[in-house]
C-alpha cells in the first residue's frame, strides 16, 4: 500500500473545509430543531468523521506493521487530526446542549462521559507514543485505541442524546447534507494529513 505523492493536498484540504461550511450553512431548518440542527450536524459529522479517521490511522498501523515504513508518517499523522476532529466535535457540542439541555457539558449524560473517557485516553496514547518514540509501540497503541474507541462507541448508551437524529428525521433532505458534511470531514482529515506529511517530507529533504 503506498500513498501517492504529487497529490494537491493544500488545494483539497481547502475545498473539503469549504464543503463542510457550505453543507451545514446550506442545510435547512428542522422541524422541531430550527436551524440548531446545523450545529448538531457540526458536532456529529467531526465526531463520526474522528471514529472513521481513528480506523483508517489502525487500518495504516497494521500496513505499516506488516512491512511498509511509508506509512508510519501517515498513521501518526492521521491519528493526530482524528484526535483533533473528535476533539472539535465535543467543544461544538456544547452550544447544541446548552440550547436544549441548559448545560454546555452533561456529565450525567453517558455519551458525554465516553466523550471525555476518549479525549482522556487518546491524550495519554499520544503522549506515551512521542514519549517512547519507537514506530511499533505507536502502530501497536493506535491499533489498540482504534478497538478501544470502537468498543465505546457501540456500547455506550443513551440517556437524552439521539440515538439518530438524522435517521429520525421525517426529511428526506437532511441526511444528504449530512451525508455531504461527513464525506467532507472525513476527505478534510485525510487531505490536511497529506499536506502534513508533505510538508514534513519537504523540510526533511531541505536539510
Do not use: C
Not at 441548559?102 to 485516553?121: H, I, K, S, W, Y
Not at 470531514?185 to 531541505?206: F, M
Amino acid at each position: 500500500m503506498t500513498i501517492p505523492s504529487k497529490i494537491p493536498f493544500r488545494v483539497l484540504t481547502l475545498f473539503f473545509a469549504a464543503s463542510w461550511v457550505l453543507s451545514l450553512l446550506l442545510t435547512p431548518p428542522e422541524r422541531s430543531l430550527g436551524a440548531l440542527i446545523r450545529w448538531i450536524f457540526a458536532h456529529g459529522t467531526l465526531t463520526q468523521a474522528a471514529v472513521y479517521l481513528f480506523l483508517a490511522a489502525a487500518l495504516m498501523a497494521a500496513g505499516y506493521l506488516l512491512g511498509n515504513p511509508r506509512l508510519y508518517a501517515w498513521m501518526t499523522t492521521v491519528a493526530v487530526i482524528a484526535f483533533i476532529w473528535w476533539a472539535a466535535g465535543f467543544v461544538i457540542s456544547m452550544v447544541p446542549a446548552r440550547i436544549a439541555w441548559g448545560v454546555f457539558v452533561d456529565l450525567n449524560e453517558p455519551r458525554t462521559q465516553m466523550t471525555l473517557r476518549v479525549l482522556a485516553v487518546g491524550a495519554i496514547f499520544l503522549a506515551v507514543a512521542w514519549w517512547v518514540n519507537q514506530p511499533k509501540f505507536t502502530a501497536i497503541a493506535i491499533l489498540l485505541f482504534a478497538f478501544i474507541l470502537l468498543f465505546l462507541v457501540r456500547t455506550t448508551g443513551l440517556i437524552r442524546h439521539p440515538a439518530n437524529p438524522v435517521g429520525e428525521s421525517s426529511s428526506q433532505v437532511l441526511p444528504l447534507f449530512y451525508l455531504a458534511a461527513l464525506v467532507s470531514a472525513v476527505l478534510g482529515g485525510l487531505a490536511v494529513s497529506g499536506w502534513w506529511v508533505e510538508h514534513a517530507r519537504q523540510d526533511k529533504e531541505g536539510r
